[in-house]
Structures are given as C-alpha cells and as structure tokens.
C-alpha cells in the first residue's frame, strides 16, 4: 500500500510537538504543589519502559518465527504503552522537581542518562514511521527502516530502566 504523506507529515509534526513540549517543560516554573499520585510515576515508567523492552524482544521472536499477526499485535501493545508512558511522562515532568543522581557512578549514570536522552528524542518519528510502514504493509521499507528504529527502542526502553534505578534513592516523596 503507498504511504499517505499528509499521516506521514503528521508523525513528523507530532514528533516535532513532543520534542518541544518536553523542552518547554524543563523552562516553565513548576506549580506550587505537587499531586500525590506524582511519586508513584518514576516506578510506572520504569515498568511501562522494562515492559516495551520485553515486548519488542518478544516481537522479534514472534516475526523470525513467521508469525506476522502476532508480531503486529506486540507492537501494536509496545505503541500503546509508549504512548501512556509519554503522556504520563509529561504530567510528571510538569510537577515533579528535577531529580539529582548523587551516587558513587555519576560519569555511569550521566553516560546512560544522556545517550538515553538523545536517542528517545531523536528516535520517535523513525519509530511511528517504522510502525506505519509494517501497518500499512510497506514491508521493504518497514524492515529498512527497523533494522536502525529497533536496536534504538529497544536501547531507549532499557536505558529507561536504569534510569530509574539509578534515580530511585533520590526522588522526592
């Protein structure tokens, strides 16, 4: 099936949106109070992230063994749960305090911290085009396209994970 351009310049424009609004997040004063349910969201991303890991290695699985419905099926969950963690990432990046990594492997955690960072920013319009394209059933340039997309999700899902673990002593509440 040929690609829409005008959903394909959505995924673009929505990418660019996302990529702004989690800036602008990080230079807007937070408000005066903090809702309650807001320390329980690091722990929930970090299960929507580990997750996402284990879904993409189970789709993998799923389409090297030839089972295409099942491996749309995962991937459609994976795009599911990375969009409630994104949603929900926003709400806490608009109430939550930056966190502080003060532990002995700072040069570890900033490493991590910052590949993961410029990978989840840079990755998810290649991630809803590889989505749309395997969608679509524009397999030859879904499977192009995935052969960079994946290793990327699957680091940013990982990474997510060990983010949080190494930030966990140090978030507030």
């Given at each position: 099936?040929?690609?829409?351009?005008?959903?394909?310049?959505?995924?673009w424009v929505?990418?660019?949106?996302?990529?702004?609004?989690?800036?602008?997040?990080?230079r807007?004063?937070?408000?005066?109070?903090?809702?309650?349910?807001?320390?329980?969201?690091p722990?929930?991303?970090?299960?929507?992230?580990?997750?996402?890991?284990?879904?993409?290695?189970?789709?993998?699985?799923?389409?090297?063994?030839?089972?295409?419905?099942?491996h749309?099926?995962?991937?459609?969950?994976?795009?599911?749960?990375s969009?409630?963690?994104?949603?929900?990432?926003?709400?806490?990046?608009?109430?939550?305090?930056?966190?502080?990594?003060?532990?002995?492997?700072k040069?570890?955690?900033?490493?991590?911290?910052?590949?993961?960072?410029?990978?989840?920013?840079g990755?998810?319009?290649?991630i809803l085009?590889s989505?749309y394209?395997?969608?679509?059933?524009?397999?030859e340039?879904?499977?192009k396209?995935?052969?960079?997309?994946?290793?990327?999700?699957?680091?940013?899902?990982?990474?997510?994970?060990?983010?949080?673990?190494f930030?966990?002593?140090?978030y507030?509440?």
């Open positions: 099936m040929k690609e829409n351009k005008n959903l394909v310049r959505l995924i929505f990418s660019t949106v996302v990529f702004l609004l989690v800036v602008l997040l990080r807007i004063p937070k408000p005066d109070f903090t809702p309650e349910f807001v320390a329980f969201q722990l929930i991303h970090a299960t929507l992230n580990g997750t996402c890991f284990v879904l993409l290695i189970v789709s993998l699985i799923a389409i090297k063994n030839k089972k295409i419905q099942l749309k099926a995962i991937n459609t969950g994976a795009m599911l749960l969009l409630v963690f994104l949603m929900s990432y926003v709400v806490y990046h608009y109430f939550a305090p930056e966190t502080k990594y003060l532990g002995e492997f040069v570890l955690y900033l490493v991590i911290l910052a590949t993961h960072v410029i990978l989840a920013a990755s998810l319009p290649f085009l989505y394209r395997g969608f679509i059933g524009n397999i340039k879904h499977k396209l995935v052969r960079i997309t994946y290793p990327v999700w699957l680091y940013v899902t990982l990474s997510g994970v060990l983010v949080y673990v930030l966990s002593p140090y507030a509440g």
